[in-house]
């Protein structure tokens, strides 16, 4: 094989192969026009987002948490005090084992958690705190400062709302001295 052959294998390998691959993903994607937009718009809007959450969890669980609460509770404005007394019971038995209120322990101290935490994501600690562990970044930097795993209390969605109740009372008291 000559100059003539050698160049003309050269051309066909580094132009041929490509523009054949070319004609053919242009074939199939012409074929469904809207493919080709959703395949690009589709990668972009996942590389962004797991750009900015590379825990893959949703906007919803990195603000309210990992459980069965999945919907955002709304709180009314004024305390239920007879829930918060319930709540307080439950609080003395289910919590005070790792948790005071004003300082550190075997967890952290949880007055003022209700101004910096949602109901939700609260409810979902208690409720479901091993996968919150696992899988959601707050839970993870709690573990990794306090080395400990915060323990299933078996406790249902109402009682989690009581002592939910309880720890709101208990910061609206004390935000007043």
Known sequence: MGKKGA???????WVGYPLIAFVLVFAVLSQDPELSFNLWKTSSAK??????NPSGLSDFELQ???GP?????KLPATIDVALAKKGEEYFRTKCT???????RYVGPPLRGITSFRSPTYIMNMILNPQE???KHPVAKGLLAQYLTIMSPQGVNPEIARAILEYLRWDFEQNAKE
């Open 47 to 52: 590389a962004k987002e797991q750009a900015a």
């Open 7 to 13: 160049l003309f294998v050269a051309l066909f390998v």
């Open 97 to 103: 084992g790792c948790h005071k209120l004003t300082q």
């Open 64 to 66: 309210h948490g990992i």
């Open 132 to 134: 919150m562990v696992q």
């Open 69 to 73: 609460i999945k919907e955002e509770i």
